[in-house]
């Protein structure tokens, strides 16, 4: 059986001999898990390898990408600025930035963007990762296309360019880029190590995403829009480990945490801070 270290209430040992079992049968190279219940982490464990070679041990300080949960904090940004009176989730995207306005954008609200009913779920194609990586010039992008349907009608995922899109109104609306927001307003406040991207002194400690097997789409049909978002980009899951993506800002999938026990904390302080000192009133606009 393969190790794991942390800590593991003993109620949830069968989740813990789990873990290790799919460390050692190859189910999984390497991994952490943390589940906080009341604010006590009942699981805190890592185990396994953090590259494809099976040469560095996953460590209790193993950074790891941590993709659409970026989203959360994305959003959190926009409802820090929502509460304060500074952002209304009702008014026109264009009322804070102008340039959204293109192209039959004109009326798309702020709240259709963090509820992906937009209409702008992605990039006209083509696209392409070194485009997204430039935060001005894919944003910009953004703003001069027309929404794939008529916002507020339908949903359909941003599945990276969301982040794009709300850090372009936190940028108009507070003066600051959303990596500085994050961490001025949520982050340091909190104690939370949470970056967008990944700061190049943790390279060295950073978790390689190693890509699943691929997937037999024979016989499933996508959507003209579901094609264009997973076209443009082309998905690649070893993108976040080059030195590109993890210098750029992403706010839709470019965050890192040190370990799934900082995540699950910070994550219980934040709803818990939010609910009940009022930093962010999540059931106000809602």
Request: hydrophobic share 35%; net charge negative; aromatic share 10%.
């Amino acid at each position: 059986m393969a190790n794991t270290y942390g800590y593991c209430d003993p109620t949830f040992t069968s989740v813990r001999d789990l873990l290790q079992q799919n460390i050692a049968n190859n189910s999984e190279v390497g991994a952490s898990l943390c589940v906080n219940i009341d604010g006590r982490n009942v699981i805190d464990l890592w185990g396994g390898h953090f590259d494809p070679e099976r040469t560095k041990p996953w460590k209790k300080d193993t950074v790891t990408a941590v993709w659409s949960c970026s989203k959360v904090v994305c959003n959190l940004a926009a409802l820090t600025l929502i509460d304060r009176g500074l952002l209304d989730p009702n008014e026109n995207v264009a009322a804070y930035w102008p340039e959204f306005a293109a192209r039959g954008k004109e009326n798309v609200k702020v709240w259709q963007i963090m509820s992906h009913s937009s209409g702008v779920s992605g990039w006209e194609p083509p696209i392409s990762w070194e485009d997204v990586f430039h935060l001005r010039k894919s944003t910009e992008k953004l703003a001069a296309q027309e929404p794939w349907w008529t916002p507020g009608e339908r949903n359909g995922y941003h599945l990276v360019n969301q982040g794009h899109l709300i850090g372009e109104i936190v940028r108009r609306v507070s003066g600051k880029s959303l990596t500085q927001f994050i961490s001025d307003e949520l982050t340091t406040p909190l104690g939370a190590d949470f970056q967008l991207g990944v700061s190049e002194k943790d390279w060295s400690r950073t978790a390689d995403v190693i890509p699943p097997p691929p997937r037999d789409l024979e016989g499933v049909e996508l959507n003209p829009v579901a094609l264009k978002v997973y076209a443009g980009p082309p998905m690649d899951a070893t993108i976040s480990s080059t030195p590109a993506f993890r210098g750029a800002e992403i706010g839709g999938a470019g965050g890192i945490l040190e370990r799934a026990r900082i995540g699950a904390h910070w994550l219980y302080c934040l709803f818990r801070w939010s609910c009940r000192w009022k930093e962010v009133s999540f059931c106000r606009h809602y």
